[in-house]
């Protein structure tokens, strides 16, 4: 249960019809700041806008606030010209609601205030402190004379231009040597993680190829020195272009040759298992051996290319 209890205030208020406070279609902040604006002296200047600072009403509220008061009736506006051609905008504020009609009758019996030094000081504009010294006016020759063999342009003097030097020529695609090209070719079937080479790196990769065969390092080891370099922990290769050319950036010393070479050690442990036939193949070619063997299922299921009447009985009689 809640209990009230009223003191008459001894000065400074302002009677308000209880329909104004408890109007159903106003928010508290329209409440307020026409609550404000009715409590000013008759003799008051201060705008909506003044009084919605002077309330601490934000910016976007006093917005609604004074769209909520407008279209209830108790806030019109209008914009006149004054003396001087002077546009003034006049605010209507009222404790009840009021017709556009009425407010404009209201509105038309009111002097139109322009801002001066007898205004409101919420209106009138701060005072201007005027400039030291006398008015001059502007000089009329005040470049000086310019010696036409002197150079007083404020524009820096152009050095002198000199020819560019001719840019080297690129080496055309046909100056590669044929073995770097197919070397380059065949690297999508030397692993998977090479199938997607661009297209255009395909010059790029082969003149670094040829730098290579250039130093004396055979095309096995071109492709053994890239087989090192994949990822042999199942890392996928997004960009392999980008991979082939930082592994062929460097280029190390050939290996001296010698009359018998041991095997190169396998790059990976994913590669390990596979072998390199040694078949007649156009491009090297890997597979998975099961024993010894050193050619791959295609050369050991295809005949041989040269095989007579002799080898075959020679055959058919260790066979029996």
């Known amino acids: 249960m809640i209990y009230r209890h009223h003191i008459a205030p001894p000065r400074a208020f302002t009677q308000f019809s209880h329909d104004l406070i408890r109007h159903p279609r106003l928010s508290s902040d329209a409440v307020r700041l026409l609550t404000w604006q009715l409590s000013l002296p008759d003799g008051a200047r201060e705008p909506l806008s003044r009084t919605a600072e002077r309330a601490r009403i934000g910016a976007c509220a006093f917005t609604r606030a004074k769209r909520q008061l407008k279209e209830e009736g108790f806030v019109h506006e209008r914009r006149v010209q004054g003396p001087g051609g002077h546009w003034v905008t006049q605010q209507l504020v009222s404790n009840v609601p009021l017709s556009a009609a009425e407010a404009a009758k209201i509105l038309a019996q009111m002097p139109v205030h322009v801002p001066d030094a007898s205004a409101s000081p919420q209106l009138a504009p701060s005072a201007r402190i005027p ?190």
């Open 131 to 320: 400039a030291a010294g006398a008015p001059t006016p502007p000089p009329t020759d005040g470049h000086p004379r310019k010696d036409p063999e002197e150079n007083t342009s404020h524009h820096p003097a152009e050095p002198e231009r000199r020819p560019d030097p001719e840019p080297e020529p690129a080496p055309e695609t046909t100056d590669l040597p044929e073995a770097a090209r197919a070397l380059v070719a065949a690297l999508p079937r030397l692993s998977p993680d090479l199938r997607r080479i661009p297209r255009g790196m395909h010059d790029e990769l082969a003149r670094l190829v040829s730098r290579w065969l250039t130093a004396g390092h055979t095309p096995g080891s071109i492709r053994t020195h890239i087989l090192r370099g994949l990822p042999d922990d199942g890392t996928p290769v997004h960009r392999p272009g980008g991979l082939l050319r930082y592994l062929l950036r460097n280029i190390p010393p050939a290996p001296a040759p010698t009359a018998e070479q041991p095997a190169p050690a396998r790059p990976s442990s994913r590669l390990a298992a596979l072998r390199e036939c040694e078949g007649d193949h156009v491009q090297a070619t890997l597979f998975r051996p099961v024993g010894e063997e050193t050619l791959c299922r295609r050369c050991l299921d295809s005949p041989p290319p040269h095989a007579g009447p002799l080898d075959s009985g020679a055959v058919a009689h260790q066979q029996h």
